[in-house]
């Protein structure tokens, strides 16, 4: 406890260079009006992208850690048979595999992104995290694996190696966090970075990256409950009308507690990085900020009309889903508005690229893969036997 | 505010724009050729007459990104060669993903079978080889992707930053079909069952062309770094990306992706349980279509050949030990699996138990490393042909950074500083990692002691100093002499197991004679140097 408190307490290497102050010009104006055209547009393509890559990171994150908790807890397989967690989890675990995939998937585009508009910044830091960053990919190779075996009922039959294998894919669900919150972090920190790389330091003795993760982590379950009630009430497995009431309260309390967490750690961020706080409140994060407290806040609403009611309702479900949507794109605005207005000046500022050669043929690869994409959902959806009412 | 001003064009084709202050107000600009050192020294002269600093705010009065490398820190990967781990990785990657590619089509085909009555085990046939497609390819292959991506970023920011300047609306668009391939594949893997016969026959062609898809965007880009073609002087993506040898190469992988679907369904067909040995020959022998392509691969090998740079060419006929040896073992392996499998197979001759199955596999990955590592070695000293050298200088920043140094513009400080007894050996460590460190170790693989601690103190800094002369496949050194000379005593002192009281080297001499040998090299890459030379000396 002391250690936790000393960390808290401490100078935080990520928060030193802080001083290095915010630039005024882009927390005093509109969010992207100081920007180029070209590198506002790329970075808007980035965030929202980025928004998608949440959605399903956030299911794979929350629901590994939930499937985990549920093997440990004995209330693994089985569908109603186990009660409420029986048949929520074997959803969830249906689905932890594909889900990931898609937040891989997904990744890739505001990676792209991403590498256009703060290159120096977001390379710099891959290079200094060197091992700590690569190792995400056998991590990831590892987590799906075991999510898969966690599927194979023939495969993993005692509560003991079940729980083993969910507790395993969820650590290594949360080693991709920490590396993607950390990563995030040293690319903020443009002047340490001659030391970081002299010391080879890691930042794990920063209070702002264990607050940071705790606000991702936590964070993700409101967005993973809204996802999982919708595919109860969709009839997912089988789900039925019993299995939904009897996820109801699961699924309240968690995206409620987490939620809860998720914004006290939000706070202590905020506490702990005035850079962090400035961007929030300012002129270019301000409003998005309130975007997202509104989200919260019909979220929060939902869910406890659904803790309240123990049932499922669809639109108390749209009502969560589109409070946690709210709270993800508007953060993801006050993130960059942060990462802006610190980056500013200096050698990791973002670039004034000339627009690529090649839009036309994506936009229309675009139009087709949209409309290609839907035709497979509606003609799945067509397929499957009818859902109870 | 203030950004990075980034300026594509000028950092590749040499162009340099002076800028006064205000924003774009361009001053002079000299045109799209060579710089020759002299003149750009005098350039540079007068830039810093203006108050140029190498910062990257955009009030700076000079583009800084036209002459000066953008740094990043530099990792160690002790004994092991860079070129090995983006190699070895991006080996495994290709084999899965050509495999998954080719399984796509092998998949439908067989689908096709089943549901026209011509294969009744068809049906197994599908869910096996699929279900090993899922496990594999959407986990191990897609991971890799994004692997070789962060692994590029590890070895060489500079050319993956340059890749994704100019391509990133290809990569954009290959990532729609990234979606399409994981939709449709997810969608048939669990639906299978309750979907109508077409459905699943069009999902199946969806998740194939998609995947082929993917393969004809990264194709472009991949070869692009080889030939540039028309891109050097036009910077039109689609001069880039139609380049002299996309349609060898894709042509070539498409066959490789369909001789990989067959092996691998071979493996899994023997691996699963319940067949007779006549319906396993029988399905076998159905496979074998997917080798008939291979007739192809000489001629196409042939037409890559034919449009590749001549000295290019010149390393894997015989010009480079290691590259011919590697080309040979691509065209030996794919010899023998062709006449194993064509011959044999085509005609329903054999037929093919696991094991040999899984030797024509591991002959298969020799085929593929083989042809990844010649399609990596034969684009040096480049990275980006034309554009960009393997130690991430474009060939105008050369020019900028012997009057500079390279190691001026390196923020990072040494790890293990006080390891280095004196500052000279110390700046040779930093000329190391910025020039040398992507193709070679100090003392483990291709590395340095190995290869020059013999040589006498004078033919290393005449060796260093016209490094593109010494091997073509080298660039031309970026540095100064008196870097040069730290290079020099910094290996001499490795070599030398780090001996103690290692003299500094301060002769003025000395660095007089390096910078005459550095202006004899000049600043052209060898093989670019020999083609003016030529042009030079034909006759009007
Ligand atoms: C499924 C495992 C993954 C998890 C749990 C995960 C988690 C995260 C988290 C927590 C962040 C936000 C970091 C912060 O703001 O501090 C993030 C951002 C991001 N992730 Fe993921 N991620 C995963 C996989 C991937 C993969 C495989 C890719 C690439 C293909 C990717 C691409 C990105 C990008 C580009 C960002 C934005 C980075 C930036 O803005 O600097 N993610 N991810």
Redesign the pocket.
């Known amino acids: 406890m002391s250690a936790l408190i000393s960390i808290v307490l401490a100078v935080d290497p990520l928060v030193a260079v802080e001083a290095t102050a915010l630039d005024p010009a882009i927390l005093d104006a509109a969010f992207l009006s100081t920007l180029p055209a070209t590198t506002g547009f790329y970075l808007a393509l980035?965030m929202v992208?980025?928004v998608v890559?949440?959605l399903?990171?956030n299911y794979?994150?929350a629901g590994t850690l939930y499937v985990a908790a549920a093997a440990v807890a004995g209330r693994y397989s089985g569908r109603s048979a186990m009660g409420s967690t029986g048949s929520l989890s074997m959803v969830v675990r249906d689905w932890l595999p594909s889900?990931?995939s898609a937040?891989?998937?997904?990744?890739?585009?505001?990676?792209?992104?991403?590498q256009i508009v703060?290159q120096k910044?977001?390379y710099t830091?891959n290079l200094l995290l060197f091992n700590r960053w690569m190792a995400?990919?056998p991590v990831?190779i590892i987590?799906i694996y075991l999510m898969y075996l966690l599927k194979a009922k023939h495969l993993v039959t005692t509560r003991a190696t079940k729980a083993a294998v969910g507790v395993g894919a969820a650590a290594l669900?949360?080693y991709?966090?920490l590396?993607?919150?950390?990563?995030?972090?040293v690319?903020l920190a443009p002047s340490s970075w001659p030391s970081m790389y002299e010391s080879s330091a890691s930042m794990l003795g920063s209070a702002l990256l264990w607050l940071?993760?705790g606000m991702?982590?936590a964070g993700?379950f409101p967005l993973f409950c809204a996802i999982a009630a919708w595919q109860l009430v969709r009839g997912a497995g089988g789900a039925g009308e019993n299995e939904c009431a009897a996820a109801a309260r699961t699924l309240a309390r968690l995206a409620l507690v987490g939620g809860a967490i998720s914004l006290a750690c939000l706070v202590g961020c905020a506490f702990k990085s005035d850079a962090f706080a400035a961007s929030t409140t300012s002129i270019a994060g301000r409003p998005y900020a309130i975007v997202a407290c509104l989200g919260a806040c019909v979220a929060a609403g939902a869910w406890t009309v659904i803790l309240v009611r123990q049932r499922l309702p669809r639109a108390l479900v749209a009502a969560a889903c589109t409070g946690s949507l709210l709270v993800v794109a508007g953060m993801t605005v006050v993130?960059?508005v942060h990462?802006l207005a610190q980056l500013s000046g200096t050698d990791g500022a973002p670039r004034e690229v000339p627009f690529g050669g090649g839009f036309a043929v994506f936009v229309l690869f675009a139009a087709i893969g949209l409309g290609v994409i839907a035709w497979i959902v509606r003609t799945v959806a067509r397929s499957l036997p009818p859902t109870a009412p | 505010m203030a950004w990075n001003r980034h300026n594509r064009s000028d950092g590749l084709k040499g162009l340099v724009h002076l800028r006064a202050g205000a924003r774009g107000n361009r001053v002079s600009r000299i045109g799209n050729r060579w710089i020759d050192f002299h003149q750009f020294a005098s350039i540079l002269h007068a830039i810093r007459e203006q108050g140029f600093s190498a910062s990257s705010r955009y009030i700076s009065p000079m583009d800084a990104s036209a002459y000066i490398p953008a740094v990043y820190p530099v990792n160690d990967f002790g004994p092991v060669m860079k070129g090995l781990v983006i190699g070895g990785l991006g080996i495994f990657h290709v084999f899965l993903a050509q495999f998954a590619i080719g399984g796509g089509f092998l998949i439908w085909w067989f689908e096709w079978l089943g549901l026209t009555g011509r294969e009744p085990l068809a049906d197994r046939v599908v869910s096996s080889v699929f279900r090993v497609l899922i496990l594999l390819s959407f986990v191990v292959g897609a991971?890799t992707g994004?692997g070789m991506?962060?692994t590029s970023i590890q070895v060489s920011p500079q050319t993956i930053g340059l890749m994704v300047d100019e391509f990133h609306w290809i990569w954009a668009t290959e990532w729609i079909f990234f979606w399409l391939e994981m939709t449709a594949g997810y969608a048939f893997f669990r639906y299978r069952d309750i979907l109508a016969p077409r459905a699943r026959l069009a999902l199946l062609a969806i998740y194939s062309i998609a995947g082929w898809g993917s393969l004809f965007w990264i194709n472009g880009i991949l070869s692009w770094q080889l030939t540039p073609g028309a891109w050097t002087e036009t910077h039109s993506v689609w001069d880039g990306f139609f380049n002299p040898t996309f349609w060898p190469s894709l042509l070539f992988r498409t066959v490789a992706c369909f001789v990989l679907a067959g092996l691998g369904a071979a493996i899994v067909i023997n691996a699963m349980p319940g067949f007779t040995r006549d319906e396993r020959t029988r399905i076998i022998n159905r496979c074998s279509i997917f080798f008939l392509p291979m007739l192809s691969m000489p001629l196409l090998a042939g037409w890559f050949l034919e449009v590749i740079p001549a000295d290019s060419r010149s390393w894997i006929m015989g010009g480079s030990m290691t590259m011919t040896m590697f080309l040979n073992i691509a065209a030996g392996a794919s010899a023998l699996i062709g006449g194993y499998a064509v011959i044999g197979l085509w005609r329903q001759r054999l037929s093919m138990n696991g094991a040999t199955a899984t030797l024509l596999a591991a002959l298969a990955l020799g085929a593929t490393a083989g042809g990844e590592f010649v399609r990596e070695g034969i684009r040096k000293p480049y990275t980006v042909r034309e554009a960009l050298f393997a130690n991430a200088t474009t060939p105008a920043q050369i020019a900028s950074l012997r009057v500079s140094g390279v190691t001026a513009h390196d923020p990072y400080p040494l790890r293990n500083r006080a390891d280095f007894p004196t500052e000279q050996l110390a700046l040779g460590r930093v000329v190391y990692r910025n020039q040398c460190a992507i193709c070679h170790t100090v003392s483990g693989t291709n590395g340095l002691t190995e290869l020059m601690g013999g040589w006498s103190i004078e033919q290393k800094r005449l060796n260093v100093a016209k490094l593109q002369w010494t091997k073509g496949f080298m660039p031309p050194f970026a540095g100064t002499p008196s870097e040069l000379e730290a290079l020099v005593q910094y290996i001499s002192w490795e070599y030398a197991e780090r001996r103690a009281g290692w003299p500094e080297s301060r002769d003025p001499a000395v660095f007089a004679q390096i910078a005459r040998w550095l202006d004899e090299a000049g600043t052209a890459p060898a093989p670019r140097a020999q083609e003016l030379a030529q042009r030079a000396e034909s006759p009007r």
């Open positions: 980035a992208t980025l890559h949440v399903f990171m794979a994150i889900a990931v937040a891989i998937t997904a990744g890739i585009a505001p990676l792209l992104f991403i703060y910044a977001f830091a995400i990919l990831l987590a669900m949360v991709v966090t590396a993607f919150v950390e990563n995030h972090l690319s940071r993760l991702w982590t993700a993130r960059e990462r | 991971l994004v991506w962060l």
